[in-house]
């Protein structure tokens, strides 16, 4: 495979479930995305890891949290939801390089997912 | 701080059609400049960039132009076809892929 892989596609949740969503990057960059995109809304940026380190949190809920066991994998883990967290989930890679504005982000098919 | 303003849509047009969708940004350095696509069921993919002013991006018969004075990087097609259907994103960044700024989408819709 290449590219930026998300898994599920689609989730359904109850707002008392516990689960988690998936990403790997098959293009050996070393920065990692977590968005959130909803209707008439921006895409709105939620995490940023950098060679596994976590470099911003843009006041994401404790319900969303993130894990980054290497470059080529983040996870999303869910918990206790809220409905207005339906949303389609993005995961995005990028070769970041410092001090460079241009860099092209590799985004995912994104999660579809709906607490119910 | 950064901001993108683009048109919200949905734009609908005939097969064959110009296609012109504004964007417009207001930053505190000198950004680069793009233009992503959402084809249905998809993320997100470059469709073009601009890093300077005065520049030209284009890639499949797409164009935008970084028109620093008007802080502007209009998207234009000079025919659009029912492929063309999808959303499209302006973006910006300032100081790197992790600053990037989204405007809110632009749905395109091209009927035969």
Same mark, same amino acid.
């Given at each position: 495979?290449?590219?930026?892989?998300?898994?599920?596609?689609?989730?359904?949740?109850?707002?008392?479930?516990?689960?988690?969503?998936?990403?790997?990057?098959?293009?050996?960059?070393?920065?990692?995305?977590?968005?959130?995109?909803?209707?008439?809304?921006?895409?709105?940026?939620?995490?940023?890891?950098?060679?596994?380190?976590?470099?911003?949190?843009?006041?994401?809920?404790?319900?969303?949290?993130?894990?980054?066991?290497?470059? /080529?994998?983040?996870?999303?883990?869910?918990?206790?939801?809220?409905?207005?967290?339906?949303?389609?989930?993005?995961?995005? /890679? /990028?070769?970041?390089?410092?001090?460079?504005?241009?860099?092209?982000?590799?985004?995912?098919?994104?999660?579809?997912?709906?607490?119910? | 701080?950064?901001?993108?303003?683009?048109?919200?849509?949905?734009?609908? &047009?005939?097969?064959?059609? *110009? &296609?012109?969708?504004?964007?417009?940004?207001?930053?505190?350095?000198?950004?680069?400049?793009?233009?992503?696509? %959402?084809?249905?069921?998809?993320?997100?993919?470059?469709?073009?960039?601009?890093?300077?002013?005065?520049?030209?991006?284009?890639?499949?018969?797409?164009?935008?132009?970084?028109?620093?004075?008007?802080?502007? *990087?209009? &998207?234009?097609?000079?025919?659009?076809?029912?492929?063309?259907?999808?959303?499209?994103?302006?973006?910006?960044?300032?100081?790197?892929? %992790?600053?990037?700024?989204?405007?809110?989408?632009?749905? &395109? %819709?091209?009927?035969?």
């Amino acid at each position: 495979e290449t590219g930026v892989t998300q898994t599920p596609r689609h989730l359904v949740m109850g707002m008392t479930n516990k689960k988690s969503l998936k990403c790997e990057q098959h293009l050996g960059h070393n920065a990692m995305y977590w968005y959130k995109q909803s209707a008439k809304k921006p895409l709105e940026l939620m995490f940023v890891y950098n060679f596994k380190e976590q470099t911003e949190n843009n006041s994401v809920p404790s319900r969303f949290s993130p894990e980054c066991p290497n470059s /080529s994998h983040l996870f999303l883990h869910l918990h206790t939801l809220q409905p207005e967290d339906s949303a389609l989930y993005l995961c995005a /890679s /990028s070769q970041d390089v410092e001090g460079r504005g241009d860099t092209e982000a590799f985004f995912g098919q994104g999660t579809r997912l709906t607490v119910v | 701080g950064d901001s993108v303003t683009q048109m919200e849509g949905p734009v609908t &047009l005939s097969e064959e059609a *110009f &296609l012109t969708i504004n964007c417009t940004y207001t930053a505190t350095g000198y950004p680069s400049l793009f233009w992503y696509v %959402q084809y249905p069921g998809e993320g997100l993919q470059l469709l073009l960039k601009a890093t300077k002013a005065d520049d030209k991006g284009s890639n499949k018969g797409f164009e935008a132009t970084y028109r620093k004075e008007t802080t502007s *990087f209009h &998207l234009e097609k000079g025919s659009v076809q029912v492929s063309d259907s999808a959303v499209y994103f302006c973006a910006l960044s300032d100081r790197g892929y %992790q600053k990037v700024t989204f405007g809110i989408g632009t749905k &395109l %819709q091209v009927i035969p």
